[in-house]
């Protein structure tokens, strides 16, 4: 299983960016799939997620209103749409898949029930 983040770059205070995350099909179709990050030493957290079918989604407290996640299944490729960013918001974007069921029993943002990672995308904010 491959999942190829792409978007990432720097970007002024309030600015905005979008992540892509490709994905296989049997993924894009099977998996949910979500967006951590992990800030400069800091630990990996969930951002948001996006069930299959795109349908219900979960965001993390502090990027409700500002992040917003889609998946286009006729791409196999998740977006988070990043807007208003925040130097508080720099750090490395992973893109997740999650087998459906923990999604289903509210494990979507925690990062010990991912079963695939991709290799990240940097998002760094400038005051």
């Not at 998996?31 to 219900?56: D, H, I, L, N």
């Not at 490729?77 to 208003?84: A, F, I, K």
């Amino acid at each position: 299983v491959q999942l190829v983040e792409s978007g990432g770059g720097s970007v002024q205070d309030g600015g905005s960016l979008r992540l892509s995350c490709v994905a296989s099909a049997y993924t894009s179709s099977t998996y949910c799939m979500g967006w951590f990050r992990q800030p400069p030493g800091k630990e990996r957290g969930g951002v948001a997620a996006v069930f299959v079918g795109g349908g219900r989604t979960q965001y993390a407290d502090s990027v409700k209103g500002g992040f917003t996640i889609s998946r286009d299944g006729a791409k196999n490729t998740v977006y988070l749409q990043m807007n208003n960013l925040k130097p508080e918001d720099t750090g490395m974007y992973y893109c997740a898949a999650q087998e459906t069921r923990y999604c289903s029993a509210g494990y979507s943002l925690y990062r010990n029930y991912v079963r695939y990672w991709g290799q990240g995308t940097q998002v760094t904010v400038s005051s």
